[in-house]
């Protein structure tokens, strides 16, 4: 039992500070990859090619002058920022992130919890994020904060809609599990998801970028409009966490499409590659290679994620309420029905 618990703790630990070593370098990657399509250098003063850049970033964060307006809920002000870094933390808690591996004769999981309803998790807590966002535009007595709030909960409302349809979808294909770890393991063998829900995976990969506030959808930031939108008076490390927790979201977005739609550390001829190298099942080095596999497709999926921030404009706010309920929504419902009949057909359903 003793053990049991100091290796959880060991995991979390692990998954704490992938999250925030991810969230620290991808706001590097992201300024070199932006100055890469505008032919441009991008940091390159602090350490060898600017490696020590997120170090700086964060250092500069944590010594800035703390600011708390007069006329603010001193209180939610500080559980804002708190609340959105927290919950951006408590989704990678149930992403298995390789196979297991047996030591000894004692198999260890490379994930937090294996729970059942792994996936209403995931939307239950991806759902609470918002009302970090929530209580710090309201706590901080502005109105452009306040307006990025209200920006930033109904959008939620409005994309998680198609969202969780598309996932139902998802969930139908893979025989009705709610697991994570199953819905992975299930494309071991066979085809990625994506085959089966091209269009659920475009809907949800849409409806991602919207949940994270990332471009053509950071209308609740907005600076043109709203200065800075839910954290327009927030400074320091305060700051910091909402900002961190954007790119912790947009990490645990791309593990969950690279898990749900493209295998997670499953990849084509695994087990030949495994057979081929005398690797038995539950070997350290079938999870390592799993976890590089899975990490590999995070990665461009991140990739994505920056390239449409840098290459598309900002929508109006009526277009943005159009693409979710006008068109995302009907699409998801279609999908939805779809996915239904062919199943009903393949006989994975009985009526």
């Given at each position: 039992m003793i053990s049991f618990i100091?290796?959880?703790?060991?995991?979390?630990?692990?998954?704490?500070?992938?999250?925030?070593?991810?969230?620290?370098?991808?706001?590097?990657?992201?300024?070199?990859?932006?100055?890469?399509?505008?032919?441009?250098?991008?940091?390159?003063?602090?350490?060898?090619?600017?490696?020590?850049?997120?170090?700086?970033?964060?250092?500069?964060?944590?010594?800035?002058?703390?600011?708390?307006?007069?006329?603010?809920?001193?209180?939610?002000?500080?559980?804002?920022?708190?609340l959105f870094m927290l919950t951006a933390l408590m989704t990678g808690t149930v992403i298995p992130w390789a196979k297991d591996v047996n030591i000894g004769g004692q198999t260890y999981s490379l994930q937090i919890t294996d729970i059942n309803i792994g996936v209403l998790y995931l939307l239950g807590v991806v759902s609470i994020g918002v009302y970090g966002i929530m209580i710090g535009g309201w706590a901080s007595n502005n109105k452009y904060a306040l307006l990025g709030a209200i920006r930033a909960s109904s959008q939620m409302i409005s994309y998680e809609i198609a969202m969780g349809i598309s996932i139902i979808a998802l969930i139908i294909t893979a025989g009705g599990t709610l697991s994570i770890r199953e819905i992975i393991a299930q494309q071991d063998a066979g085809l990625a998801n994506v085959v089966y829900q091209p269009l659920g995976f475009l809907i949800f990969f849409v409806c991602a970028l919207a949940e994270t506030n990332r471009a053509p959808f950071d209308l609740p930031e907005c600076e043109s409009e709203l200065v800075g939108g839910y954290h327009t008076?927030?400074?320091?490390?305060?700051?910091?966490?909402?900002?961190?927790?954007?790119?912790?979201?947009?990490?645990?977005?791309?593990?969950?499409?690279?898990?749900?739609?493209?295998?997670?550390?499953?990849?084509?001829?695994?087990?030949?590659?495994?057979?081929?190298?005398?690797?038995?099942?539950?070997?350290?080095?079938?999870?390592?290679?799993?976890?590089?596999?899975?990490?590999?497709?995070?990665?461009?999926?991140?990739?994505?994620?920056?390239?449409?921030?840098?290459?598309?404009?900002?929508?109006?706010?009526?277009?943005?309420?159009?693409?979710?309920?006008?068109?995302?929504?009907?699409?998801?419902?279609?999908?939805?029905?779809?996915?239904?009949?062919?199943?009903?057909?393949?006989?994975?359903?009985?009526?």
């Open positions: 100091i290796y959880k703790a060991i995991i979390c630990l692990v998954v704490f500070l992938l999250s925030l070593g991810v969230a620290a370098y991808a706001t590097l990657w992201e300024r070199k990859f932006a100055a890469f399509l505008q032919d441009r250098v991008g940091p390159d003063k602090a350490g060898p090619w600017g490696l020590l850049q997120p170090l700086a970033d964060g250092g500069k964060m944590f010594f800035k002058e703390e600011i708390i307006p007069n006329v603010s809920n001193r209180f939610l002000f500080i559980l804002g920022p708190s008076e927030y400074s320091s490390m305060k700051l910091g966490l909402f900002l961190f927790a954007e790119y912790i979201n947009m990490f645990i977005s791309s593990a969950i499409m690279a898990g749900f739609y493209f295998g997670g550390y499953n990849f084509p001829f695994a087990q030949e590659l495994y057979d081929a190298m005398g690797l038995q099942e539950g070997s350290w080095i079938i999870s390592l290679i799993g976890f590089g596999a899975y990490f590999t497709k995070i990665f461009i999926f991140i990739c994505v994620f920056m390239w449409v921030r840098w290459t598309l404009p900002r929508f109006r706010y009526d277009q943005l309420m159009n693409l979710g309920w006008k068109t995302l929504l009907p699409l998801s419902l279609l999908n939805l029905a779809i996915t239904v009949v062919v199943e009903y057909l393949r006989g994975n359903i009985h009526i």
